[in-house]
């Protein structure tokens, strides 16, 4: 681990092979030797195809020098089974394992971490028995999740992408932001008669969390109704929200386990038990479970987060992309983008080494991206013909989730949007000539395409940690810690100046924070 | 015209500035002589605080040297007054206007363009009439908007931005995406009786808009309600969609104004003003208009959209940052950066200048963003720590939409929502040592602050224009043409040629197509 990684002979080696990146514009690059059936892996009941990026049979056996040389699996094995790897050696840091994994790791008879596995195993039986309890008292149809960040992303995302499953006239809304309209608008929507709130926030003390608890019990209160009632707390033992006595109930979340990497445990677990059911939930988990599984397999070709985690680093690394648009053919994965955006980028945005060294390359990029088709109709026209390649991963569906569909031109909606998913890999990979220099695409433009049967709650739990996966092992790739977040640190201390200067209404002095309040004032 | 940009004296000025950007982590350089209370921009009641960016004196006169010597304020002022620039010179191209503009230049005695003003006019006239009619009815409280791209996300980000402004009981929901599960989830919570559908597409047959008017006329058919009665139409003259008998009511929307600059045409007016109200529709307009006229000062710095569109430039072209992030410190614009995304990369995701020559630097970045002080716990670790520097846009306001806000720690929301996005503007640019590297901030991360009272009808009109004009600035800046989106077209072809694969049903062949469809069932 004390060697910088651009040293390693895979490294060296990758960056040679880079100087010549498969063309996949030359004459029938894309489809010659039967490309697109055979760059197809499988894991897990997903499928990858990436004929479509600039790989080929030298290259994939790089990667997988790559991963030897740098032990990227066993790595994986380590993490799940309880290694300490959320650490910077030689400093000061969080020194914490990393098991998220084991939020999940519920079905096997020999879990690989047992100790959390058993406390993931007491959470989601106390679960089990509130939603029981929840189901026979038939009074509440509503849950508001308060939480930001971790707490908050990452179970929209997924409630988004399952609402299909809902249980009959169940909903939840969400409240992360401190901006107090957020909280307006879905108190204006909600009877909190018929209404749990599910406040989640690790640290107990995370400033927008607290603060709107605190609006929202209010309201509660000047409803008649009371909060203890109604509130159900997911925090870690010990915080300051530890107090079961203002809860209707109180379930635990642990240190090993980082808010980005969360929504398996208690924090997306509530509310996705509370729309889901119970059935649904386990799904959803068992997905997850079995991605995870997959990802102890050595061999890239057949590891699915390890070959999307090399052809991500060959992107950005080695032909030099500094963003990934993450493009979901599917409406209800609308805010998954927005998730990876936060699970990678909080991650993998770091600029140090384990080992509390400087990086000498580049490491997490910009992640970005909307669902298809509209995004057709939007930033497309950069992908196509912008002075910037964006590498893209499409992610597709065989069957839409509700099954209510109409043909229109001898095809059904599904399929076009099938068509148009498949039209876009080949569009950016092959580009097209023409005389008219307005009409001419480079092409060349990597992209992968990630296949679902149906977007359902167990695939759902595989595309979860598939991406958890993946990001878990560019860090690994990079030598960086994925787990921390000392980037956060600066802004919460200085926005705690500015609020005191605030408190104390002075404005006639010359530090940043006076000179901001005064001039935002005129 | 005719001449690379890059050789223009003001731009190999700017070259030989970017050796010593201005440096913010030095002791005092963000606070001295005043430079919060200095660096502020003025326009149509917006404030752009800009000390945060690497620029001085020396660096914001080579801007206005620019302005001067490509003629920007001038070549704004002709694309208000109708001049063809949705052009290629020397090539097959759109040749069109340009006059998104004229849409709200309804204010003046003297429109800059009076015919396409005028046809303005006609059309708001007719709306009025129309909403009026349907208040007196007062039988629809809801209504769908069917459209994609520029007839989607424009409309929804602004309808999603005022909503605390609605009429009472008055709702909007949107269907763009060709995914048939879009269109379910939102007709599984409408009542039909109640509700108004407009579909809005300039060609009449996009793909997605045509089908998914279909779908939800055969669902008005089978809830025995007669479509006629409830479908409005938004299209161009002559459209396959022009065709009033089939419809309401019908608008008008014309060629000079390309889908992503139409929010306040028609498209955008039809679902704001049914939400809003006639008033608050022309507060929008007004805003958006008041604007306008602010982009038509030579003097860059009083010109906020002209020295954002700088500002950018100099990020991008001249210190190499590839995206920007807008991060609006407002929930209520949560949709607003995704209508930017597309907005300004649709427009500016280009490689050939109007003369049809390759660019020979770089033009539109990736845009992308979400709303803090979400983001702050999510992607911002990247922004802070990571290896790409990616300047910001923070967009706030002083006052809340709602007005219900608490007290928590002697300070409200809306204080905490405002201190945490001056926090992050100083974290950004200040950075921090920090004997632990871990902690280290490097600082001179760029951003930019936009102010506004108030998150109302009028300032979402200015904000709106203030954009729409710095992506028309960068267009100008990097001569090439903003108007048209030719990187889209391949696309569509290839989505027909597989749609036509899927019908004919053919799958032993070696096409691009069949290998893929093959491929896809296995």
């Known amino acids: 681990m004390k060697t910088d990684v651009t040293e390693s002979r895979s490294w060296q080696k990758l960056l040679k092979l880079a100087e010549t990146p498969y063309d996949l514009v030359a004459p029938g690059a894309l489809e010659e030797d039967g490309r697109i059936g055979s760059m197809i892996c499988h894991s897990a009941g997903l499928r990858l195809f990436y004929a479509a990026q600039r790989v080929d049979k030298k290259v994939l056996e790089a990667f997988q020098e790559f991963v030897d040389e740098h032990r990227l699996v066993e790595r994986f094995k380590e993490m799940r089974r309880g290694a300490v790897i959320n650490k910077i050696f030689g400093w000061e840091s969080e020194d914490r394992q990393v098991l998220h994994t084991s939020s999940r790791d519920i079905f096997a008879s020999e879990p690989k971490d ?20 929840v189901d026979r008292q ?28 809902n249980r009959e006239g169940r909903k939840v809304h969400f409240i992360a932001n401190v901006d107090p309209d957020d909280a307006a608008q879905v108190l204006d929507t909600v009877d909190p008669a018929k209404t749990l709130v599910t406040v989640v926030s690790k640290s107990g003390s995370t400033l927008e969390t607290r603060t709107n608890e605190e609006l929202v019990r209010s309201r509660f ?52 038990g509370f729309a889901l059911g119970a059935e649904g939930l386990t799904d959803f988990l068992k997905g997850a479970a079995e991605m995870d599984e997959a990802c102890e397999t050595n061999q890239v070709a057949d590891n699915m987060a390890l070959l999307l985690a090399l052809l991500g680093i060959w992107n950005h690394n080695f032909l030099g992309c500094p963003t990934l648009a993450v493009l979901p053919y599917s409406q209800a994965l609308h805010r998954f983008p927005a998730h990876l955006q936060q699970c990678d980028m909080e991650s993998n945005g770091k600029s140090i080494t384990v080992d509390g060294r400087p990086v000498s390359i580049k490491t997490g990029p910009v992640v970005w991206g909307e669902p298809g088709t509209n995004g057709q109709h939007a930033f497309y026209q950069l992908l196509h013909q912008g002075t910037e390649i964006v590498p893209a991963e499409f992610v597709g569906f065989l069957d839409s989730q509700y099954g209510k569909d109409i043909s229109v031109d001898g095809t059904n909606s599904q399929q076009k949007l099938l068509a148009n998913m498949m039209a876009q890999v080949v569009a950016l990979a092959t580009g097209r000539e023409h005389e008219n220099p307005n009409k001419r695409f480079g092409g060349n433009r990597p992209s ?39 980037g956060v640190q600066l802004g ?8 005191e200067h605030m408190k104390s209404n002075k404005k006639c002095g010359t530090s940043i924070e006076e000179q901001f309040l005064e001039a935002l004032e005129n």
């Not at 047992?114 to 106390?126: D, I, T």
């Not at 038939?138 to 499953?165: C, H, Q, W």
């Open 448 to 486: 992968s395409l990630i296949i679902g049967r149906k977007l359902d709650p167990r695939n759902m739990g595989r595309l979860l940690a598939l991406y958890e996966a993946k990001i878990v092992f560019q860090g690994f790739s990079w030598n960086i810690n994925s787990f921390d977040q000392e």
């Open 492 to 499: 919460k201390v200085l926005a705690g100046r500015f609020l």
């Open 114 to 133: 047992p100790v959390s596995a058993r406390q993931a195993n007491e959470e989601l039986q106390k679960l089990q028995t509130f939603l029981s309890e």
């Open 138 to 165: 038939g009074k509440f149809t509503t849950m508001v999740n308060v939480g930001i960040g971790g707490s908050d992303l990452g179970p929209r995302a997924i409630y988004e992408a399952l609402k299909a499953y």
């Open 221 to 272: 209160e000047s409803a008649g109704l009371d909060p203890a009632r109604h509130f159900v707390a997911v925090t870690g033992k010990g915080s300051p929200m530890d107090n079961p006595q203002n809860y209707l109930s109180s379930f635990y979340m642990y240190d090993y386990i980082g808010g980005r990497y969360s929504v398996t445990s208690m924090v997306g677990c509530v509310s996705l």
